[in-house]
């Protein structure tokens, strides 16, 4: 029995002096075996991923956000992607002590101390490397098992019989613990209390150094071979103990009682202790796997961990929860597994090495009833009943000649009246009824001629008079419990749109629908038959089925089908209508439809699940890599749990959805700078010629040379819950304009950047819209100029050209002066020489004037005899033709007179007429002779007439010719032959035509004409 507390002050040396304490040990004996009942889900990183070696001895968050973790041949950095591993390397100094690791430790000015079996180390994250601490540094022992910082600042390290070592805040060097108790000690771990008091765990018992009293030492407990410590959020101090279970000393209270957990401990050789997020401590035993406990209710917390492969019964040597509530578990052998709170998709599925797990992974349907139990159909495993509050499953199947069992263990259906009965479907079973108080089934028969026995009852329903409708193969079954007789309709009898249904609905105002293989029915009690709706005009479409029906919130009435996508019945318009977002649906197979919380619409299919955001317009889709049981799913086997989760099954287990876990934002670091490449090569700081002066994540900025123009930067958001969604987007300040969304690829490329100074930014999100990211990184970029390309160099060719154009234009100015020189003295001479040449000039020109002068005088007399000439000539021509018509006038009226008296008139009178008349064809020659005399003498006349009064006809043109040659109406009228009353005729239209206003003379006109 622990019934006394020694202390030992080593500083005064006043050994064995003995205070008695009150020691109290509880024992909880609980009616239940457990507090509660959970099923986590945990996540495996293997060696096969990267991980250096299987035996996962320590794990820690640095304050970046990588995970450090520790093995037996190696320390391992995660960034949730990949792993970069440190070994030890006899030849570098710097490298990691020994390949051992046990502790990992971060102190509060983020230095990071990694224990080893031989030595400590000191990680220098600018040089990523190590500073080693041994023998030379203070270190007698260093097989390090525990470091901790006090609150002042000062590193504890505890060794493996080695004792207690003592780091001052400002020292570079330790120093062993002056406390002889403690100098053959293995110290397994320490823990800091509120008080700042240190609790040391020993393989030989409990001791600390009381902060208050000048860090005296006293021993708590003795004989207990103590493995792991843990102060939870009540300041109680946690024992894990190697062969004796679970303690917990009171830290907070006068002479720190102790309690003992007893029961129901899976091993009492505890090895790992961890607090979790939520309180609970979580137990890493040998041999027994994990456990959880409830610090508050100091009751173990029944829990299923949902994984590959059993951890019942295995060794759990490390635990670690990160600032993101995840807990890291390290197996013995196993490698590391990794549990999220934050999952919103919990996993339940048939366990083979677990009997208490659900009979067969293939779920065909799922119902929570009254008293929050879950009932859960399967294709060949039977009926399950789940308690979760206890986490226990019950199996009922069929058996072979029993009629008070299962009809079928092909379960497709289930459903519960008002009187509590379950009532289960299935497939080639007909219809049951499950009674949950007396644990008894009842096959149904049917007592008129319509049975239901051997039926496929694919969806079954309780309508609010409590007969239950039953979607078959043959139509639509409606089954009385008070009569026991069944009613049928189908296409013939209810006017059904197809006999083979597949889904019966109930909406919150009563209606009853069914879906069936070709078309949507909506049944009318009225008339005792169905009003149909297609899908589309033309109606039929096949293998395009209604499977699943479901009502919104909203009232609308969603519609899933088999091939065709999503549906939604339009209250308004009384018709089927497309669902909006068809095309973002991951795949066209809708199998059940529920809406959570939040008004969004959760869609399972044959790929996975569809998340409908109903406020933000746009869908979402989660595959197997989110967690999902498989990506296909079952046909209506879904529900909606009154605690708000949603249940989804399918062909590998069944789907526990929390909503509120959607909202996955959590904690989503700025993204870190993992990785640098030039022309697709990775660069690393210690490489020779390397841009990078430390590591890429520490950096600032990079320096980059003109010929390093091509280039990636990667990247990762430290996410370990879901890295392979979260998304990532980069933009370049200085080239790029907008940001550059990249998905999931983790890498920012350029090719031939100009130089210049850029940064570059970078987000992440889980979110494939960006609606919500995390902060963002940034990282400046300097592209060096080449030389050519520099100020320096610019300006000195300025300079170096502007001093050329000066010499230049020195040598151009003296040459040109010179030149200059040379010209006037050319030109004085030559301006003599032209001026004796200009006096030369000037009098030939007199001459040359004179000579015109002459000539003019002499061509003006010639052109003024020759107009004469023309003008005697035309009027000789005019008066010729004046006499022609005369004669022709005097013919016309001698031959009138003959026509009158032809007897009077002798053959001689004749005679003479026919001479005359042959003289005056002579003179006809004489009109166009006129003509052409008349144009020498009047050209420009004629082509200003012509030119602008085309509309003239010759006749016209005539007239004018004889005006302009200022004849009078009376010549003009025997000239023409004419009678003068036609002259005056003719004169007036041409007047007209060249538009002359009354009183405005002809003549003058014509004579200003040309």
């Given at each position: 029995?622990?019934?006394?507390?020694?202390?030992?002050?080593?500083?005064?040396?006043?050994?064995?002096?003995?205070?008695?304490?009150?020691?109290s040990?509880?024992?909880?004996?609980?009616?239940?075996?457990?507090?509660?009942?959970?099923?986590?889900?945990?996540?495996?990183?293997?060696?096969?991923?990267?991980?250096?070696?299987?035996?996962?001895?320590a794990?820690?968050?640095?304050a970046t956000?990588?995970?450090?973790i520790?093995?037996?041949?190696?320390?391992n950095?995660?960034?949730?992607?990949?792993?970069s591993?440190y070994?030890?390397?006899p030849?570098?100094?710097?490298?990691?002590?020994?390949?051992?690791?046990r502790?990992?430790?971060?102190d509060?000015e983020?230095?990071?101390?990694?224990?080893?079996?031989?030595?400590?180390?000191?990680?220098?994250?600018?040089?990523?490397n190590?500073?080693?601490?041994?023998?030379?540094?203070?270190?007698?022992n260093?097989d390090?098992?525990?470091?901790?910082?006090d609150?002042?600042?000062?590193?504890?390290i505890?060794?493996?019989?080695?004792?207690?070592?003592?780091?001052?805040?400002?020292?570079?060097?330790?120093?062993?613990?002056?406390?002889?108790?403690?100098?053959?000690?293995?110290?397994?771990?320490?823990?800091?209390?509120?008080k700042?008091?240190l609790?040391?765990?020993?393989?030989?018992?409990?001791?600390?150094?009381?902060?208050?009293?000048?860090?005296?030492?006293?021993?708590?407990?003795s004989?207990?071979?103590?493995?792991?410590?843990?102060i939870?959020q009540?300041?109680?101090?946690?024992?894990?103990?190697?062969?004796?279970?679970?303690?917990?000393?009171?830290?907070?209270?006068?002479?720190?009682?102790?309690?003992?957990?007893?029961?129901?401990?899976?091993?009492?050789?505890?090895?790992?202790?961890?607090?979790?997020?939520?309180?609970?401590?979580?137990?890493?035993?040998?041999?027994?796997?994990?456990?959880?406990?409830?610090?508050?209710s100091?009751?173990?917390i029944?829990?299923?961990?949902?994984?590959?492969?059993?951890?019942s019964?295995?060794?759990?040597?490390?635990?670690?929860?990160?600032?993101?509530?995840?807990?890291?578990?390290?197996?013995?052998?196993?490698?590391?597994?990794?549990?999220?709170?934050?999952?919103?998709?919990?996993?339940?599925?048939?366990?083979?090495?677990?009997?208490?797990?659900?009979?067969d992974?293939?779920?065909?349907?799922?119902?929570?009833?009254?008293?929050?139990?879950?009932?859960?159909?399967t294709?060949?495993?039977?009926?399950?009943?789940?308690?979760?509050?206890l986490?226990?499953?019950?199996?009922?199947r069929?058996?072979?000649?029993?009629?008070?069992s299962?009809?079928?263990?092909?379960?497709?259906?289930?459903?519960?009246?008002?009187?509590?009965?379950?009532?289960?479907g299935?497939?080639?079973?007909?219809?049951?009824r499950?009674?949950?108080?007396?644990?008894e089934?009842k096959?149904?028969k049917?007592?008129?001629?319509?049975?239901?026995?051997?039926?496929h009852?694919?969806?079954?329903?309780?309508?609010?008079?409590?007969?239950?409708?039953?979607?078959?193969?043959?139509?639509?079954?409606?089954?009385?419990?008070?009569?026991?007789?069944?009613?049928?309709?189908?296409?013939?009898?209810?006017?059904?749109?197809?006999?083979?249904?597949?889904?019966?609905?109930?909406?919150?105002?009563?209606?009853?629908?069914?879906?069936?293989?070709?078309?949507?029915?909506k049944?009318?009690?009225?008339?005792?038959?169905?009003?149909?709706?297609?899908l589309?005009?033309?109606?039929?479409?096949?293998?395009?089925?209604i499977i699943?029906?479901?009502?919104?919130?909203?009232l609308?009435?969603?519609?899933?089908?088999?091939g065709?996508?999503?549906?939604?019945?339009?209250?308004?318009?009384?018709?089927?209508?497309?669902?909006?977002?068809?095309?973002?649906?991951?795949?066209?197979?809708?199998?059940?439809?529920?809406?959570?919380q939040?008004?969004?619409?959760?869609i399972s299919?044959?790929?996975?699940?569809?998340?409908?955001?109903f406020?933000?317009?746009?869908?979402?889709?989660?595959?197997?890599?989110?967690?999902?049981q498989?990506?296909?799913?079952?046909?209506?086997?879904?529900?909606?749990?009154?605690?708000?989760?949603?249940v989804?099954?399918?062909?590998n287990?069944?789907?526990?959805?929390?909503?509120?876990?959607?909202?996955?934002?959590?904690?989503l670091?700025?993204p870190?700078?993992?990785?640098?490449?030039?022309?697709n090569?990775?660069?690393?700081?210690?490489?020779?010629?390397?841009?990078?002066?430390?590591?890429?994540?520490?950096?600032?900025?990079i320096?980059?040379?003109?010929?390093?123009?091509?280039?990636?930067v990667?990247?990762?958001?430290?996410?370990?819950?879901?890295?392979?969604?979260?998304?990532?987007?980069?933009?370049?300040?200085?080239?790029?304009?907008s940001?550059?969304y990249?998905?999931?690829?983790?890498?920012?490329?350029?090719?031939n950047?100009?130089?210049?100074?850029?940064?570059?930014?970078?987000?992440?999100?889980?979110?494939?819209?960006?609606a919500?990211?995390?902060?963002?990184?940034?990282i400046?970029?300097?592209?060096?100029?080449?030389?050519?390309?520099t100020?320096?160099?610019?300006?000195?060719?300025?300079?170096?050209?502007?001093?050329?154009?000066?010499?230049?234009?020195e040598?151009?100015?003296?040459?040109?002066?010179k030149?200059?020189?040379?010209?006037?003295d050319?030109?004085?001479?030559?301006?003599?020489?032209?001026?004796l040449?200009?006096?030369e000039v000037?009098?030939?020109?007199?001459?040359?004037?004179?000579?015109?002068?002459?000539?003019?005088?002499?061509?003006?007399?010639?052109?003024?005899?020759?107009?004469?000439?023309?003008?005697?000539?035309?009027?000789?021509?005019?008066?010729?033709?004046?006499?022609?018509?005369?004669?022709?006038?005097?013919?016309?009226?001698?031959?009138?007179l003959?026509?009158?008296?032809?007897?009077?008139?002798?053959?001689?009178?004749?005679?003479?007429?026919?001479?005359?008349?042959?003289?005056?064809f002579?003179?006809?020659?004489?009109w166009?002779?006129?003509?052409?005399?008349?144009?020498?003498?009047?050209a420009?006349f004629?082509?200003?007439?012509?030119?602008?009064?085309?509309?003239?006809t010759?006749?016209?043109?005539?007239?004018?010719?004889?005006?302009?040659?200022?004849?009078?109406?009376?010549e003009?009228?025997?000239?023409?032959?004419?009678?003068?009353?036609?002259?005056?005729?003719?004169?007036?239209?041409?007047?007209?035509?060249?538009?002359?206003?009354?009183?405005?003379?002809?003549?003058?006109?014509?004579d200003?004409?040309?």
């Open positions: 029995m622990y019934q006394l507390l020694f202390y030992l002050n080593e500083k005064d040396g006043t050994k064995g002096m003995l205070l008695p304490f009150l020691l040990i509880f024992c909880f004996h609980q009616t239940s075996v457990f507090s509660q009942h959970q099923s986590l889900n945990l996540k495996s990183i293997a060696a096969s991923e990267g991980l250096s070696q299987s035996d996962v001895y794990v820690c968050q640095d956000g990588f995970m450090w520790g093995t037996d041949d190696g320390l950095r995660y960034d949730g992607y990949e792993f591993i070994k030890n390397n030849s570098d100094s710097s490298s990691l002590s020994f390949n051992a690791v502790v990992i430790y971060e509060s983020q230095q990071l101390w990694i224990g080893t079996h031989a030595g400590l180390n000191l990680y220098n994250r600018q040089n990523d190590f500073k080693v601490y041994g023998l030379d540094d203070g270190l007698t260093i390090v098992r525990a470091i901790k910082e609150s002042t600042g000062n590193l504890w505890g060794t493996a019989g080695g004792g207690l070592f003592f780091k001052p805040k400002d020292s570079l060097s330790f120093s062993p613990a002056i406390y002889e108790a403690l100098s053959d000690k293995q110290i397994t771990s320490l823990e800091i209390d509120a700042g008091q609790w040391i765990a020993t393989t030989d018992g409990l001791w600390f150094l009381n902060a208050e009293k000048n860090y005296q030492l006293q021993h708590v407990l004989d207990l071979e103590i493995r792991s410590l843990q939870d009540y300041h109680n101090l946690w024992l894990g103990t190697y062969g004796k279970g679970l303690w917990c000393v009171h830290t907070h209270q006068n002479n720190f009682p102790i309690t003992k957990i007893e029961r129901n401990l899976s091993s009492k050789e505890i090895l790992n202790l961890e607090l979790a997020h939520d309180g609970n401590l979580w137990i890493g035993t040998e041999g027994g796997g994990l456990q959880i406990l409830n610090t508050k100091k009751q173990l029944s829990t299923t961990f949902q994984t590959e492969d059993d951890i019964a295995q060794t759990i040597i490390s635990l670690y929860a990160d600032t993101d509530r995840n807990i890291w578990i390290g197996i013995y052998s196993y490698g590391l597994k990794f549990f999220s709170p934050n999952i919103p998709f919990l996993h339940y599925q048939h366990l083979p090495y677990n009997t208490n797990s659900i009979s992974n293939k779920i065909t349907a799922f119902f929570e009833d009254q008293n929050h139990d879950w009932w859960i159909g294709d060949g495993g039977g009926l399950n009943k789940y308690n979760p509050e986490g226990l499953f019950s199996c009922f069929h058996q072979f000649q029993n009629e008070n299962l009809s079928s263990n092909h379960v497709i259906s289930i459903d519960q009246d008002s009187s509590g009965y379950i009532w289960v299935a497939y080639k079973g007909g219809l049951n499950f009674d949950p108080l007396k644990n089934i096959r149904i049917s007592k008129s001629e319509i049975k239901i026995e051997n039926q009852i694919w969806s079954l329903l309780i309508a609010k008079d409590q007969r239950v409708w039953c979607a078959t193969s043959n139509g639509v079954l409606v089954y009385d419990p008070k009569t026991e007789e069944v009613i049928q309709y189908n296409s013939l009898n209810g006017k059904l749109s197809h006999n083979d249904t597949r889904k019966v609905f109930q909406d919150i105002k009563g209606d009853i629908w069914v879906g069936t293989f070709n078309g949507l029915n049944f009318i009690p009225e008339r005792n038959e169905f009003e149909q709706f297609y589309s005009e033309e109606k039929a479409m096949p293998a395009k089925g699943s029906i479901f009502e919104d919130s909203k609308n009435i969603w519609i899933g089908t088999f065709a996508g999503l549906y939604k019945f339009d209250r308004s318009q009384h018709k089927i209508i497309p669902f909006e977002l068809q095309d973002q649906l991951n795949n066209h197979v809708i199998y059940s439809i529920e809406e959570d939040y008004q969004n619409l959760w299919t044959n790929e996975g699940l569809s998340l409908y955001h406020k933000e317009k746009y869908v979402e889709d989660f595959t197997e890599v989110d967690g999902l498989d990506g296909k799913f079952q046909r209506s086997s879904s529900a909606k749990l009154q605690d708000g989760r949603l989804f099954g399918g062909i287990g069944f789907n526990v959805i929390n909503p509120k876990n959607m909202e996955r934002e959590f904690n670091k700025a870190c700078f993992t990785s640098f490449s030039l022309f090569k990775e660069i690393n700081h210690y490489h020779h010629d390397s841009p990078l002066h430390s590591q890429l994540h520490v950096l600032d900025y320096q980059l040379d003109a010929d390093e123009k091509v280039f990636s990667g990247f990762s958001a430290l996410n370990y819950f879901q890295s392979s969604k979260v998304n990532y987007a980069y933009r370049l300040d200085g080239f790029d304009e940001w550059n990249i998905g999931s690829k983790r890498n920012a490329t350029y090719t950047l100009p130089y210049g100074n850029y940064t570059l930014n970078v987000k992440a999100s889980l979110d494939p819209n960006f919500k990211s995390s902060p963002e990184s940034t400046v970029i300097n592209v060096h100029p080449h030389f050519w390309e100020l320096q160099f610019q300006i000195a060719m300025l300079l170096f050209a502007t001093l050329i154009i000066g010499v230049i234009y040598s151009r100015v003296k040459y040109l002066k030149r200059a020189n040379q010209l006037n050319l030109v004085i001479d030559r301006t003599k020489d032209l001026e040449q200009q006096e000037l009098e030939q020109h007199r001459k040359l004037l004179d000579v015109e002068h002459e000539n003019g005088e002499l061509l003006q007399r010639q052109l003024e005899e020759k107009l004469l000439f023309k003008q005697k000539e035309l009027t000789t021509h005019t008066l010729h033709t004046i006499h022609k018509n005369e004669l022709l006038k005097k013919l016309r009226d001698t031959l009138t003959i026509a009158k008296k032809p007897e009077e008139h002798s053959r001689k009178v004749l005679k003479t007429l026919i001479r005359e008349i042959d003289e005056s002579e003179l006809d020659k004489d166009g002779k006129f003509f052409d005399l008349f144009s020498e003498v009047h420009d004629i082509h200003a007439l012509q030119s602008n009064y085309p509309q003239l010759p006749s016209n043109q005539r007239l004018c010719y004889l005006y302009r040659m200022n004849l009078s109406s009376q003009i009228a025997h000239t023409l032959g004419i009678s003068l009353n036609s002259v005056k005729v003719a004169r007036h239209r041409l007047r007209k035509k060249l538009s002359l206003n009354e009183g405005e003379s002809l003549t003058e006109f014509l200003d004409l040309g």
